[in-house]
């Protein structure tokens, strides 16, 4: 019951979703210099080892992440309670349901975050059919890390502007918006870790909590707003 609520809230951000990850597909292109960080993606380390050719296909993957990760954030985020696409959600017959806050909370954000990997996952496997059918090879292993990455900035990024959302009117919340625009150097620099040839522990620990405590601020406050 609760995964068909929330696909019930989410329908109208899902088509908004498809549509933004077209539109970012076809006008957001490379060379995706928010990768280098001051040295060019060939003489990367990762660049050395696969070739120039290889890594500005892993390029071509690992920077759409950052406008597929605000498409999603705009498009996916809510904590049960509203969405920018519902300003006022149907919060009486949400408390109807025999589920905690905190489990409400927490799997709206796991249906948010599934919805985007399916979407990540589809696009990908499309994406190395088209390099394959052009005789271009993909780093697969490079790819997929920083698809796992990529993950781990998406579920904070949603988490807090389903925050967001949740405290402040619709017309305010989109300021969170420039709040997303703000991690756009830090998330660039996590999943452009395969370049460096790392593991980027610290910042990845810095989302986590920055997940943690945006979880636990939504479910602070629609308490206190007895929701």
Do not use: K
Not at 123 to 149: D, K
């Amino acid at each position: 019951m609760i995964w068909y609520r929330h696909w019930v809230e989410m329908r109208l951000g899902v088509l908004v979703f498809a549509g933004l990850c077209m539109w970012m597909g076809v006008s957001v292109l490379g060379p995706w210099h928010s990768l280098e960080f001051g040295q060019p993606l060939p003489l990367t380390p990762l660049g050395q080892a696969i070739g120039a050719e290889e890594v500005l296909v892993w390029a071509e993957f690992a920077g759409r992440i950052l406008p597929f990760s605000l498409a999603a954030s705009l498009a996916l985020s809510g904590a049960g309670f509203r969405t920018f696409y519902m300003p006022v959600a149907p919060v009486v017959y949400t408390l109807t349901l025999p589920i905690s806050r905190t489990r409400l909370i927490w799997t709206r954000l796991a249906a948010g975050l599934g919805v985007a990997c399916v979407g990540a996952t589809v696009l990908t496997a499309g994406g190395v059919v088209w390099f394959t059918m052009r005789g271009q090879t993909v780093p697969i292993a490079e790819v997929l890390q920083s698809l796992v990455l990529g993950v781990v900035v998406l579920a904070a990024m949603l988490a807090i502007m389903s925050a967001v959302i949740t405290a402040l009117p619709t017309a305010w919340a989109f300021l969170g918006i420039l709040g997303v625009l703000a991690l756009a150097i830090p998330n660039s620099y996590v999943v452009s870790a395969p370049a460096r040839g790392d593991v980027p522990w610290l910042a990845v620990g810095g989302y986590v909590i920055a997940l943690v405590a945006a979880m636990l601020f939504t479910l602070s406050y629609v308490r206190a707003r007895e929701y």
